[in-house]
């Protein structure tokens, strides 16, 4: 089961303790935990919008989809990258912005597989999504919270994982540990390929993020994974557009294209990078 402990108060960075269905910090904020599980740690004034986030409608999509396990060779991909000083027994990951959970839980489902227990935690800012989480995985702690201000201490977990999200890095290197690892994953040039030729006059050019480096990391590992996967039915077709940022840039007539489709093959296109977090060095005089 969930613990959520070692957790910290969002409004003034206090430890929270667990008390029954609650955490309450020394001031006496209190932030009760939903029905299945989770908390809910985005405090109203630190939210930019009334419901930030992926919406309910891409959170279901984004479930139907993965539940079909086309990604499953990206679960397979960050495991065998790996780096194996960092994957031991009781290894702590944080999942910064996981999402409706598929990710996090896949990885701790092979990795008990292998004998190995990791303690998870996943945050994501968008309620539908760790309210979809949390029914998913009952043995991961879920947390309605933002990586621009992680409400946990410093040095708290092993490794931490941005899948497809919105990376905030010094707030990554702040809850890592000395010898911690970041992994980012994003999508390549050919991701998606197939779809987006359809719904787009033009393939805009891929620019590569972070081709500079990351400040307060060092490169460790890149790879790159691509394999191809077939949508059988124009309703899985719909449940994959329904969950990427294209049902809403791409073109009415593109849109339309695609709902004529009863089939299509797709390339996936992967980029993983493995960052060790850089310790600095303290001058004592």
Known sequence: MSTLENLSCPI?????QRCERSLICQHGHTYDLAKTGYVNLLPVQNKRSKDPGDSKEMVTSRH??????????????????????????GVRILDAGCGEGYYLSEIGRVLSDQGINAERMGLDISK?????????????SWLVASNASLPMPKERFDAVLCLFGFPVFT???????????LLLVESGADHLIELRTLLYPSIHEYKATFA????GFELLHEQAERFTFTLDSQLHIQQLLSMTPHIHKASYDGREAVKQLNSITLTADIKLRWYQKEIKEVNYV
Request: charged share 20%; net charge negative.
């Open 12 to 16: 003034d960075s206090a430890p929270l």
């Open 64 to 89: 139907a989809f993965l539940n079909q396990h086309h990604y499953q060779p990206i679960v397979q991909a960050i495991l065998s990258s790996w780096p194996k000083e960092n994957l031991h027994n």
């Open 128 to 140: 539908w999504a760790v309210t979809a989480a949390s029914k998913r995985d009952k043995d991961i």
């Open 171 to 181: 707030e990554f290197s702040r809850v890592l540990s000395d010898h911690g690892v």
């Open 212 to 215: 500079a480096g990351v400040p």
